[in-house]
């Protein structure tokens, strides 16, 4: 049984949740995710992994509120419970290395990047944080993360992405004032992966992105995971999420993470219509 | 070859002094050979195709009291008894048949259950055709031989459905418990077997599972057509009841190492992590939307009940033209899946002829009935696409049988110029699965095999790791719930010496 500690509302679409787990909080590693079932006749999705509490035996996960499961879990209300939780699944990225790293995380990717800030600091090395919102309202742990970040940028979406500024150029700012980074770590929704790694590899920049495709088990047992890299297939579930960014065929990814798209709509118009009658 | 050579030792005579109690004489004597020879196989009571194609309740409705007792006339109760040697568990078939036949139904599943712990499963899933059916003296004579399978499944549903008792212990399991904890990693057919062997020998067991559910293939793999999950949830309380301990939703080796649970103070260990590892063929196209792994499609459908969304949140993939690909039982499992989620049209493409077709020969049976199109010698040399990267078709070469291969079957050759393009929205991909490497890949020292099976000595299925044994499909790859449960078996006793010894 894993109890829920808290739910809270940290932007508009993003929520934490807090939930009793001390098995995973006990094994967690930076950059892993565990998959959560949120009532008895819910979907397994994979979330992030980003705070545990080994004390206390819980682990936060932050997540965007989009279609029915995220809507089950925002709407949990504490001593309530979820139908299950399983991690922690994923490879915990190797983090060894010299130089700094930049940490690029947008929307859920914050949150799930803050271990791995809090890690590396702890190991020694310099990080650079940059956290991409749509504008500051949308803008999370910004405190918290600082704690562990030798620097923290924020890019918003006047600065980005939708405006046409250049996003190699933005990047090359950075690297320009942060000249030891060596390394690049981006999570976060499809786009602003595909974007960022476009720019910090266009500028020679070693990249590795979290991948969060479609998943079923979570433990390789299904392959609804696969992505390609340099032509070979692999199971991000297993051998991931973490992956090279060069190499990776994005239009697969893009296309097989729209694999339910029409019964995701379905899906969400009908629980939102029943949510509705309930309040009615 | 005579089948009682066949036996381990001992249980020849175990069953012969069973042969000659008086009651069993007195039934023989009842009916004459000439009398039993002269009954015809009773017919399994089926859903009709037209039916069951538009549901996911079970085919075989299963034999009544009448049917049963019926059929276990059938049986001559011979001195050799050819059945018992072909069972993977050895289960005194005679004996559970005779007792329908004297209407002790009790007797006949505690006479089953003394080496089955899943009657009621293996009564349905078992290959009975090529294991105890195939050795049956009746097949000898040119008679269809006795429905042993029909049989088991009936005793066990009668007794622990349709009464309601639930199953009943002949022992209680406080009474002579045994200090040492024993892990057994996954909750599929070998490791619930293992769990309620060392159970019933007084260990403190404890069934890690990965997936939220326990049951491993029988509760994701097989649908509920064949094996409704009820039945499973009946068998599972069963092991429960002989106070075995599951854990769902615990990955051993990402939730906790191997070592953390030797730290835990688990002294011995069973590794049935079974073969979750689905083979893909490497083809162009094949991470198109609209191909899946049969892992993924049976998933999605069994244990995520997807067949029942938008009540349940797990999509699956409506298919108007649906292609299989492979001949096993999981191939079947799929396309007759494909056909009751609404397929117009739902194909099986087989690489080798139908004879070498390694499925049941009731599921070929049931899939034909309903309507089910076989392409033999057919295999898929690419996937095609549309821009949005949806699968629309595949382009399939013919084949034609060559010399046997290293598995003694005829090796498909492909004929130069048969390709030819058919139009599919829909391709599962079930041509075998390898053991799951997440648990055993992290063993130091755990010798595996050239498929990344988990190598053991078959006789105690110990591995070269003191205090791991493995058994089932992380062993075997993809092989059957039946030897799955011989493997448990075995490993428990070899596990329970391990355990005395040290």
């Known amino acids: ?30 950059g892993q995710f565990v998959m959560v079932i949120p009532d008895g006749q819910g979907e397994r999705i994979p979330i992030n992994l980003a705070d545990w509490d080994r004390e206390k035996g819980t682990v936060d ?9 995220t809507r089950k879990l925002a709407a949990l209300k504490p001593g309530k419970a979820v139908e299950g939780l399983a991690g922690p699944l994923g490879r915990a990225p190797e983090i060894a290395g010299s130089g700094a790293v930049l940490l690029a995380g947008g929307c859920y990717g914050i949150g799930g990047l803050y271990p791995l800030a809090r890690k590396l600091s702890e190991a020694g090395r310099r990080v650079v944080f940059l956290a991409e919102a749509r504008s500051p309202a949308y803008l999370y742990w910004e405190e918290k993360i600082k704690k562990h ?36 770590m981006v999570m976060g929704c499809s786009y602003l992966l595909f974007k960022l790694s476009a720019a910090a590899t266009g500028l020679g920049l070693k990249t590795l992105v979290s991948l969060n495709p479609i998943m079923v088990d979570g433990t390789g047992m299904c392959g609804a995971c696969r992505v390609s890299v340099e032509g070979r297939t692999y199971f991000a579930c297993v051998d991931g999420p973490w992956f090279e960014a060069r190499g990776l065929d994005w239009q697969e990814y893009f296309n097989r993470r729209k694999a339910f798209l029409a019964q995701e709509e379905q899906a969400l118009i009908r629980f939102d219509r029943e949510s509705w009658n309930r309040t009615e | 070859m005579n089948g009682i050579d066949r036996l381990e030792p001992g249980q020849a005579e175990r069953l012969l002094r069973e042969r000659e109690k008086d009651w069993r004489k007195a039934l023989r004597r009842e009916l004459s050979v000439q009398k039993r020879m002269a009954i015809d196989r009773q017919p399994m009571p089926e859903q009709e195709p037209g039916v069951r194609i538009r549901n996911f309740k079970e085919v075989n409705l299963g034999y009544n009291l009448e049917l049963a007792r019926e059929e276990a006339r059938r049986c001559l109760d011979c001195g050799s008894p050819g ?39 293996c009564g349905r899933v078992c290959p009975q055709e090529v294991q105890c059916e195939k050795d049956c003296n009746l097949v000898r004579a040119g008679k269809a031989p006795v429905a042993i399978g029909h049989l088991e499944r009936f005793v066990a549903d009668y007794l622990c459905l349709r009464e309601g008792t639930g199953p009943r212990l002949s022992f209680s399991p406080e009474s002579f418990r045994r200090p040492e904890k024993i892990a057994v990693v996954g909750s599929g057919p070998g490791g619930l077997t293992a769990a309620a062997d060392l159970a019933r020998l007084g260990y403190q067991v404890t069934v890690f599972e990965a997936l939220h559910l326990p049951g491993g293939v029988l509760a994701y793999g097989i649908p509920e057509f064949r094996l409704p999950r009820e039945i499973l949830q009946s068998e599972i309380n069963f092991i429960k009841a002989l106070g075995v301990e599951i854990k ?9 190492s191997l070592e953390d649970l030797v730290r835990a103070g688990y002294r011995a260990f069973f590794l049935g992590t079974g073969a979750g590892l689905p083979a893909f063929m490497n083809i162009p196209g094949e991470n198109l939307l609209g191909v899946y792994s049969a892992n993924e499609y049976l998933t999605r459908v069994n244990l995520m009940k997807g067949f029942r969304f938008p009540e349940f949140d797990t999509p699956v993939p409506r298919a108007r033209k649906a292609a299989v690909i492979g001949g096993g039982n999981v191939a079947m499992d799929a396309v007759r899946t494909a056909l009751r ?111 990344g099976n988990v190598e053991v000595d078959f006789q105690t299925m110990a591995t070269n790791l003191p205090g791991i044994f493995a058994g089932g499909d992380a062993v075997r790859g993809g092989a059957t719930v039946i030897l799955a449960m011989g493997d448990g078996r075995r490993a428990a006793r070899a596990m329970d010496e391990f355990l005395t010894r040290s």
């Open chain 2, 83 to 121: 059945c018992v040697a072909g069972c993977p568990v050895a289960i005194d078939i005679p004996t559970f048949i005779k007792y329908i036949e004297a209407g002790e139904l009790e007797r006949s599943l505690e006479k089953i259950r003394e080496t089955n712990g899943l009657p009621a499963i």
């Open chain 2, 248 to 256: 769902t939703n615990f990955i051993v080796g990402r939730t906790a």
């Open chain 1, 61 to 69: 996960l932050v997540f965007l509120n989009l279609g029915v499961s």
């Open chain 1, 149 to 184: 970040a030798d620097k923290f940028l924020t890019l918003f979406r006047s600065d980005c992405l939708y405006s046409g500024h250049d996003l190699k150029e933005l990047l090359d700012k950075v690297r320009a004032s942060n000249p030891d980074i060596s390394l690049v």
């Open chain 2, 341 to 451: 989620l609404g397929a117009e049209q739902a194909t099986v493409y087989y690489r080798r002829s139908r004879a070498e077709m390694p499925a049941r020969l009731e599921e070929v049976k049931h899939a034909e009935e309903e309507g089910i199109v076989f392409n033999f010698l057919t295999v898929p040399v690419r996937f095609l696409g549309n821009d949005r990267g949806e699968l629309k078709g595949m382009v399939l070469q013919r084949l034609a049988l060559g010399e046997p291969d290293s598995s003694g079957r005829p090796r498909p050759v492909p004929i130069p110029g048969s390709e030819f393009e058919v139009e599919v929205d829909l391709a599962v991909v079930a041509i075998g699965q390898s053991p799951n490497p997440l648990l055993i890949k992290q063993l130091p020292g755990l010798k595996l095999g050239r498929w």
């Open chain 1, 1 to 30: 049984m894993n109890r829920v500690i808290l739910v809270d509302r940290l932007v508009p679409n993003l929520f934490r949740l807090v939930l009793e787990a001390p098995e995973v909080a006990a094994s967690a590693q930076p």
